[in-house]
């Protein structure tokens, strides 16, 4: 089993500065034949579906702001918002996508100070 | 662009079988190497894969619920559909389908539908 765990559970950052969530897995996420970390991040916010915001760890999807970045290798990684806006207050989750049996993180929450 | 919709009961009575279909439109559920997966989210809380489908068949499933579930394929409507059975509250859930691929995870959702156990 790949468990993910995110830390920290909720996180407070005041406007315009830096947030960062942590994703751990239980095993390495990292598939040796292509170098890649089969990770994503995922933002959901009230009432709506999760949106897919970086996968392979590092890589934003199209129309991601550049103020979104992923970072990390093997079993440890993060998920930075360079400067956050009021518009990024959501739960976050990790989800490795190495095992067939797919599995997320609990989720961090994250909200304005 | 691809989009996905759920359809289904929204309430189902304990110990019955839980019924969900999801419509895939502007794209074909067979282009492209994709899987086409059940997602849910109890209430307040995280998100839990179910399982999911390629458009030949073959289907993979969460071990912890293996036992009671059947992910099946429509190719001529573009639908998959979900069954679980012999339901209990703890199934009480907002069920979404989604297309993953093997490169970037969920990349396409469902807007959700809340299924409630209780009789």
């Known amino acids: 089993d790949f468990v993910m765990t995110q830390s920290p559970d909720s996180l407070a950052v005041s406007l315009g500065e830096r947030a960062t969530i942590n994703c751990r897995s239980s095993?390495?996420?990292?598939?040796?034949?292509?170098?890649?970390?089969?990770l994503a991040w995922y933002q959901q916010k009230p009432g709506q579906p999760p949106k897919l915001l970086i996968y392979w760890s590092s890589i934003r999807e199209s129309g991601v702001p550049d103020r979104f970045s992923g970072s990390g290798s093997g079993t440890d990684f993060t998920l930075t918002i360079s400067s956050l806006q009021a518009e990024d207050v959501a739960v976050y989750y990790c989800q490795q996508y190495y095992n067939i049996s797919l599995t997320f993180g609990q989720g961090t929450k994250l909200e304005i100070k | 662009q691809v989009q996905l919709q759920e359809s289904g009961p929204g309430l189902v009575k304990p110990s019955q079988t839980l019924s969900l279909t999801c419509t895939v439109s502007?794209?074909?559920?067979?282009?492209?190497?994709?899987?086409w997966s059940w997602i849910r989210q109890p209430p307040g809380k995280g998100l839990e894969w179910i399982g999911y489908i390629y458009y030949s068949g073959i289907t993979y499933y969460n071990p912890s619920l293996k036992s009671r579930l059947i992910i099946s394929v429509d190719l001529s409507k573009n639908q998959f559909s979900l069954e679980l059975s012999s339901v209990t509250a703890a199934d009480t859930a907002v069920y979404f389908c989604?297309?993953?691929?093997?490169?970037?995870?969920?990349?396409?959702w469902g807007q959700g539908t809340l299924v409630t156990v209780s009789s």
């Open positions: 095993r390495s996420i990292l598939y040796s034949s292509d170098n890649k970390n089969y």
């Open positions: 502007g794209g074909s559920i067979t282009s492209g190497d994709f899987y």
């Open positions: 989604a297309r993953g691929g093997s490169a970037y995870g969920f990349d396409m």
